[in-house]
């Protein structure tokens, strides 16, 4: 969440930022400045009658030592009346802070200057692309390739929990974990530690990383124990890192992990909903970065030149954008996503999403680090990237590289998977 520092010191560039992600923040804003101000006028006045209240008790005893009985009980009864006075303050000072924190985490997080105005995908910007779409005739698309060579069953995950569940199979179910191994893999090498993080968190990892309040609905919750199914792993993994103080010479910290996803994806129909394109449930992984505010965006040209050396290696097509503020997530300052090219549906699909948050997540996770030889605290910056999420991956894989007999495997996959047709 954004600073109340940086509400009050630059109100109106932080309601004119805000309109870039579609977003008219001047009445909250002039609230949060309003409340911060009776806060600040409330603890000052609270801060003097406790100072108040700490002379009178330390001259009771000098006053009844000195024979003044008559005004040592007045004393008394002067600092029992300043007591009640900052009691109630201290209630309405709670009062005010929990206002306060219900309106400030209702801002996103201020867009980058270099993002883009927009109200859709469609404003988003090509920054750059690779490769070579394929020359098809006559394609399938991944689902009927999936059916044909028995290698995802969609109706079986139906029956067994619901569309948008589906059960991967024999070489469909072998291809799925070489990929999974060869992303970690390539992590690993890019100076990632791995981690194997949770699957379901509490509230305050939901929080931290701005999930809650603002997509509650997107994800499931375990009612009975009040924790969430993970949407990414990328909650879980943040959250190592919530009430941390990092040295500043640990920075950056990376990490990587790979987990099922979870989303509800409510009010998700239609064609682009097909086969892989949009699941309950999914595969992915996750890279993340905890980054010194001076070299978070260098970090991110990092995150994302090693993305574009996965789906390179990988051998599809694909395309940088950089995301408008219509389309990036509360949270995000700056987002880059990846889409690879989808032969047999001819289209652009996203299958990986490099964002930095700077300090919007760390300030929720109280996440700092201190200079070395300071004693002075600063929140650090957030990064994170899907590198990558499988469904979409493997689906413009069996698309784009499928002929008469069967389906080739990409040739980095075959050391992972132990075959290199699928026929």
Same mark, same amino acid.
């Given at each position: 969440?954004?600073?109340?520092?940086?509400?009050?010191?630059?109100?109106?560039?932080?309601?004119?930022?805000?309109?870039?992600?579609?977003?008219?923040?001047?009445?909250?804003?002039?609230?949060?400045?309003?409340?911060?101000?009776?806060?600040?006028?409330?603890?000052?006045?609270?801060?003097?009658?406790?100072?108040?209240?700490?002379?009178?008790?330390?001259?009771?005893?000098?006053?009844?030592?000195?024979?003044?009985?008559?005004?040592?009980?007045?004393?008394?009864?002067?600092? %029992? *009346?300043?007591? =009640?006075?900052?009691?109630? &303050?201290?209630?309405?000072? /709670? +009062?005010?802070?929990?206002?306060? !924190?219900?309106?400030?985490?209702?801002?996103?997080?201020?867009?980058?200057?270099?993002?883009?105005?927009?109200?859709?995908?469609?404003?988003?910007?090509?920054?750059?692309?690779?490769?070579?779409?394929?020359?098809?005739?006559?394609?399938?698309?991944?689902?009927?390739?999936?059916?044909?060579?028995?290698?995802?069953?969609?109706?079986?995950?139906?029956?067994?929990?619901?569309?948008?569940?589906?059960?991967?199979?024999?070489?469909?179910?072998?291809?799925?974990?070489?990929?999974?191994?060869?992303?970690?893999?390539?992590?690993?090498? %890019? *100076?990632?530690? =791995?981690?194997?993080?949770? &699957?379901?968190?509490?509230? /305050? +990892?939901?929080?931290?990383?701005? !999930?809650?309040?603002?997509?509650?609905?997107?994800?499931?919750?375990?009612?009975?124990?009040?924790?969430?199914?993970?949407?990414?792993?990328?909650?879980?993994?943040?959250?190592?890192?919530?009430?941390?103080?990092?040295?500043?010479?640990?920075?950056?910290?990376?990490?990587?992990?790979?987990?099922?996803?979870?989303?509800?994806?409510?009010?998700?129909?239609?064609?682009?909903?097909?086969?892989?394109?949009?699941?309950?449930?999914?595969?992915?992984?996750?890279?993340?970065?905890?980054?010194?505010?001076?070299?978070?965006?260098?970090?991110?040209?990092?995150?994302?030149?090693?993305?574009?050396?996965?789906?390179?290696?990988?051998?599809?097509?694909?395309?940088?954008?950089?995301?408008?503020?219509?389309?990036?997530?509360?949270?995000?300052?700056?987002?880059?996503?990846?889409?690879?090219?989808?032969?047999?549906?001819?289209?652009?699909?996203?299958?990986?999403?490099?964002?930095?948050?700077?300090?919007?997540?760390?300030?929720?996770?109280?996440?700092?680090?201190?200079?070395?030889?300071?004693?002075?605290?600063?929140?650090?910056?957030?990064?994170?990237?899907?590198?990558?999420?499988?469904?979409?991956?493997?689906?413009?894989?069996?698309?784009?590289?499928?002929?008469?007999?069967?389906?080739?495997?990409?040739?980095?996959?075959?050391?992972?998977?132990?075959?290199?047709?699928?026929?």
């Amino acid at each position: 969440m954004l600073t109340l520092k940086q509400i009050q010191d630059n109100k109106q560039e932080v309601i004119d930022r805000l309109k870039v992600k579609n977003f008219d923040a001047a009445n909250i804003v002039d609230q949060i400045i309003a409340l911060d101000n009776q806060r600040k006028s409330t603890q000052t006045e609270a801060d003097n009658l406790q100072a108040e209240m700490n002379r009178l008790s330390k001259s009771i005893g000098q006053l009844f030592k000195e024979g003044k009985a008559e005004e040592a009980n007045q004393a008394k009864e002067a600092t %029992a *009346g300043l007591k =009640e006075q900052i009691k109630n &303050l201290t209630t309405q000072q /709670d +009062s005010i802070e929990t206002e306060l !924190q219900n309106l400030v985490v209702q801002l996103p997080n201020l867009p980058h200057p270099s993002v883009p105005a927009g109200k859709s995908a469609d404003d988003n910007i090509k920054v750059r692309e690779g490769g070579l779409k394929p020359e098809l005739t006559e394609a399938l698309p991944h689902w009927e390739l999936a059916k044909k060579f028995n290698l995802i069953d969609f109706e079986l995950g139906v029956k067994l929990t619901g569309a948008g569940f589906p059960v991967y199979k024999g070489l469909g179910a072998r291809l799925q974990r070489a990929l999974i191994t060869f992303f970690l893999d390539e992590a690993i090498k %890019a *100076g990632y530690e =791995e981690v194997m993080p949770p &699957l379901m968190v509490n509230e /305050d +990892s939901g929080f931290g990383t701005g !999930q809650l309040p603002d997509k509650e609905g997107q994800m499931y919750h375990a009612t009975a124990d009040n924790l969430y199914l993970i949407p990414t792993a990328e909650v879980p993994v943040t959250n190592i890192y919530r009430d941390v103080i990092l040295d500043g010479n640990q920075m950056p910290v990376r990490n990587c992990a790979y987990s099922a996803c979870f989303r509800r994806e409510a009010g998700s129909y239609g064609k682009d909903v097909r086969g892989l394109n949009r699941l309950h449930q999914f595969d992915k992984v996750e890279i993340v970065q905890v980054a010194h505010p001076d070299k978070s965006y260098e970090v991110l040209d990092d995150m994302v030149n090693h993305v574009q050396g996965l789906v390179e290696k990988l051998g599809l097509p694909w395309r940088i954008m950089r995301l408008c503020g219509g389309d990036m997530s509360f949270a995000s300052a700056l987002t880059y996503d990846f889409e690879v090219y989808s032969g047999a549906q001819e289209r652009w699909l996203e299958v990986s999403s490099v964002s930095n948050f700077e300090t919007f997540q760390s300030n929720r996770l109280k996440l700092r680090f201190r200079e070395e030889g300071e004693k002075k605290t600063q929140l650090a910056h957030t990064l994170n990237g899907s590198a990558l999420a499988l469904p979409r991956i493997l689906a413009a894989i069996l698309e784009n590289n499928q002929f008469e007999g069967g389906i080739k495997v990409p040739d980095v996959l075959v050391p992972y998977c132990g075959f290199d047709v699928i026929a």
